[in-house]
């Protein structure tokens, strides 16, 4: 079976990590817009210079821009049977503009896998989070520290704190995720692929409740 999952849950709810360990298990593509557009950013491309307009203001960037990424992504090879998408789609709209690609493609999502957790735990989970400048792994200071300060394990590079970690961004990045991204559940809701995962576990837990909840479908 070809897995094409969604995952989603509110900023903060461990996505990065738990998508790093799917990616690897399941041989996934991963899929993140988020990292797109730094990507996009640090190569100095004007998508990554008109996305991080947006991110530094601490809003979504602009559905026509995402849409389009998405869709050139989807297009290459090694997204053609199995991926993992994360941070994508954040509202209705680009929910519904998945739906035309993949309808395109004769294809459909496998499963959407949300991780959920409560907003104080949140707050204290963003603010301590550290991503590789290099390979951009997600670590944490106190959840998933790394072996050496300030040290990715995986490829030895600088960590860093992403300016929308900070407490006042992450507060409004919890409130676009309510307005906005908390309707997907829904939208999803009544197809029978929606996994609700509880997110206020440890990480080997949360990762075994979603590989219980993948393992229903193959
Ligand atoms: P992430 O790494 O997924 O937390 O994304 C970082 C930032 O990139 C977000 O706070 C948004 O500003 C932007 N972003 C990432 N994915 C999307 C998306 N699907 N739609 C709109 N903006 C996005």
Redesign the pocket.
């Known amino acids: 079976m070809f897995l094409k999952i969604l995952l989603m849950g509110p900023?903060g709810a461990g996505k990065g990590s738990q998508s790093a360990r799917l990616v690897e298990d399941y041989a996934l593509t991963n899929i993140?817009?988020?990292?797109m557009?730094?990507e996009a950013y640090r190569r100095g491309e004007p998508l990554g210079e008109k996305?991080m307009a947006?991110?530094k203001k601490?809003?979504?960037?602009a559905?026509d821009i995402?849409n389009e990424v998405v869709r050139q992504r989807l297009m290459k090879k090694d997204a053609d049977r199995c991926f993992l998408l994360?941070?994508?789609?954040?509202?209705v709209e680009?929910a519904r503009a998945l739906d035309e690609m993949l309808e395109k493609r004769r294809s459909k999502l496998s499963a959407v896998i949300n991780i959920v957790v409560d907003k104080q735990a949140i707050l204290e989970r963003m603010v301590g989070r550290r991503v590789c400048r290099t390979c951009g792994l997600s670590y944490h200071l106190v959840f998933k520290p790394t072996k050496k300060p300030s040290m990715c394990d995986a490829c030895g590079g600088e960590l860093y704190q992403r300016n929308?970690d900070r407490p006042e961004s992450v507060r409004n990045?919890l409130d676009i995720y309510e307005k906005k991204t908390k309707p997907i559940i829904d939208y999803y809701h009544g197809r029978g692929i929606l996994k609700n995962i509880d997110g206020m576990q440890s990480f080997e837990n949360v990762y075994r409740d979603i590989r219980d909840a993948l393992e229903t479908l193959t």
């Open positions: 900023p993140s817009t988020g990292q557009f730094r996305a947006y991110i601490g809003e979504l960037v559905d995402t994360d941070g994508y789609p954040r509202t680009q929308d990045r």
